[in-house]
């Protein structure tokens, strides 16, 4: 089955600094990459995807590239905030188009500094 | 938040005791599933179901057991809870899009 690995597991960066996680799978039909943010206490909030057809996604402050040859994909975080304090996961899947079974990396503990 | 309740969201339990928990979604998604979340482990799939009676396992299925007669509701049993059992457990859905939502999470504890 798939493996996703997550890197690395805590990060601590000063406010406006940025922050790269960084994720690597290894199941080369996985098309399907979403990044989740989790608040201490809280769920997974979806925050950003990707899908294997697009090299890189940009939201705001938040963008997530895909290297599908190397089989791994990362997601960047520019000036930072103290909101941005979460624990972020990346997760691997494949998709036919509704419904899919996501393997998630372990997470990074990710702290911004005022 | 997507329409999505977990009940209970805290319980704690004896090992051998039979658990239930319970996700009910108001969104009329067809896919629905269940995570844990273990310190070191990120979140793990334990079962999904793809429709009204249709499910399947997950990573993590040893022990569980989930069931689904109406849409919205997606039930996990853990048949004879054991303390390895102790956990985060989230319910998730999605529906014509691959996005999944998850819902509050249910703490359980099992002495």
């Known amino acids: 089955g798939e493996n996703v690995e997550q890197h690395p597991s805590t990060l601590s960066v000063q406010e406006g600094d940025s922050a790269v996680i960084k994720c690597t799978y290894s199941d080369s039909a996985s098309n399907y990459f979403p990044w989740y943010k989790q608040e201490l206490g809280k769920r997974p909030q979806l925050i950003i995807d990707?899908?294997?057809?697009?090299g890189e996604k940009k939201d705001q402050r938040i963008a997530v590239t895909l290297n599908k040859t190397a089989k791994h994909f990362s997601l960047h975080i520019t000036e930072t905030q103290p909101e941005d304090s979460a624990v972020y996961f990346c997760a691997a899947s494949i998709t036919t188009g509704g419904g899919n079974k996501l393997t998630f990396g372990t997470g990074t503990q990710l702290k911004v500094e005022l | 938040d997507a329409g999505i309740t977990q009940s209970p969201r805290h319980k704690v339990t004896e090992t051998g005791t039979p658990v239930t928990l319970r996700c009910h979604q108001t969104e009329n998604h067809r896919y629905m599933y269940w995570y844990r979340q273990d310190p070191g482990h990120g979140l793990r799939l334990i079962h999904y179901?793809?429709?009204?009676?249709?499910?399947d396992k997950g990573e993590v299925s040893d022990g569980y057991s989930v069931s689904r007669s109406k849409t919205e509701d997606f039930l996990l049993t853990l048949e004879s809870a054991t303390s390895s059992q102790t956990s985060v457990y989230f319910c998730a859905i999605s529906g014509l899009t691959d996005e999944q939502f998850f819902g509050p999470g249910t703490r359980l504890t099992v002495l």
């Open positions: 179901s793809y429709g009204v009676k249709d499910t």
């Open positions: 990707i899908r294997s057809n697009v």
